[in-house]
């Protein structure tokens, strides 16, 4: 796999991991910083820390790109599946599709703009 799309599924995975942090609140919050040693807005923080390091790694036009899609979206990697986008559900030309068996090049969806990686 192309090292590149290798990063920016290590950052989406780091975004999910954030959202996830948000969403779980409530009474079980006191009970598990009582037992762990990381607090929550800690763990956030540390989390966008790695965030922004990873996304200094992308190559310029990559970061463009990310920039440009990841506030309007959960993921910004999603599979290909027999010739679908798995972002918006479009095929991809088999050009495209046939180009990247092995994941070497870093590919996006014409349509949606999501970054690809082709399931086989
Ligand atoms: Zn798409």
Do not use: W
């Not at 009582?34 to 807005?41: I, P, V």
């Amino acid at each position: 796999m192309h090292p590149q799309l290798v990063l920016l599924m290590e950052l989406q995975d780091l975004r999910a991991q954030k959202r996830a942090l948000h969403q779980d609140s409530g009474e079980t919050v006191g009970l598990e910083e009582e037992h762990f040693n990381l607090d929550r807005s800690r763990a956030v923080e540390l989390l966008e820390e790695k965030i922004e390091s990873l996304k200094d790694t992308l190559t310029p036009q990559l970061r463009t790109r990310y920039e440009r899609i990841a506030p309007q979206r959960d993921r910004v990697v999603v599979p290909v599946i027999q010739g679908t986008c798995y972002g918006c559900f479009v095929s991809i030309p088999t050009a495209t599709a046939g180009d990247q068996i092995g994941n070497t090049l870093v590919e996006t969806c014409e349509n949606c703009g999501s970054f690809l990686y082709i399931v086989e």
